[in-house]
């Protein structure tokens, strides 16, 4: 089974913190997603990767930043959060494979910002 | 850019009953279409996922159809249970030539009565 798994499922974080989201597969694929979630905005793309180091800017990548040293990890990086990153993070991961790309969850972390 | 929509946003029904849950796509450009369940404060879980060269998959009590031409795919549940209350999502899959990302719906809320 594939596992996807992040580092906290709730955070709490004073505004203009430093915030790290640690997400990890163990199933070696190439691909690793973040999202956010809000309600009534569903999920949105906000940094994507296709290989170790390598990182596109999806559709609001504002007030974040990404690193990929291993394959297997993902970071997400709010240099100085502020409330409106209040939500629900979602890591994925895809392989490149004959079944099309199937995309694999984490269980998410909910941050606040105070 | 592609839009998805999930009509409706939110569905009761008794246990037992067959349902269908739609989702319509704007660009009918796509790889692959998935469809997801959510659990409240969980991740994702993939049900199926269809190719774009597939007109349907089937898995179980769900049966999901794809119909490209006309950017539409439907979720049939048979016989409902309370245990498939959720919120399902689908999303889609651009072409590797229009954008190689992922689009998702903003999801039905499916309860079921027991």
């Known amino acids: 089974d594939v596992k996807v798994t992040q580092s906290s499922r709730y955070l709490v974080k004073r505004t203009g913190e430093k915030v790290f989201l640690e997400c990890v597969q163990d199933m070696d694929h190439e691909n690793m997603f973040w999202y956010r979630q809000d309600p009534g905005l569903g999920l949105r793309l906000i940094y994507f990767s296709y290989d170790v180091k390598m990182k596109e800017k999806g559709d609001i990548p504002e007030g974040y930043s990404v690193s990929r040293e291993k394959k297997e990890r993902f970071s997400l990086i709010l240099e100085s959060a502020s409330t409106n990153q209040t939500s629900m993070y979602l890591c994925?991961?895809?392989?490149?494979?004959?079944?099309?790309?199937?995309?694999?969850f984490g269980p998410g972390t909910r941050l606040l910002v105070l | 850019k592609q839009e998805v929509t999930q009509i409706p946003a939110a569905l009761s029904v008794p246990e037992g009953e067959n349902l269908v849950l739609n989702c319509s796509f704007t660009?009918?450009?796509?790889?692959?279409l998935q469809w997801f369940r959510q659990d409240p404060g969980k991740g994702l879980t993939s049900l199926l996922l269809i190719q774009s060269s597939q007109r349907e998959q089937t898995s179980g009590r769900l049966n999901a159809s794809l119909d490209k031409s006309s950017g539409r795919s439907t979720l049939y549940i048979a016989a409902s249970q309370p245990g498939d209350s959720a919120t399902y999502l689908c999303a889609v899959k651009g072409r590797l030539d229009t954008g190689n990302q992922f689009y998702f719906g903003t999801g039905t809320s499916l309860t079921v009565i027991p």
């Open positions: 994925a991961s895809s392989d490149r494979g004959p079944l099309g790309e199937t995309q694999y």
């Open positions: 660009d009918s450009a796509i790889y692959n």
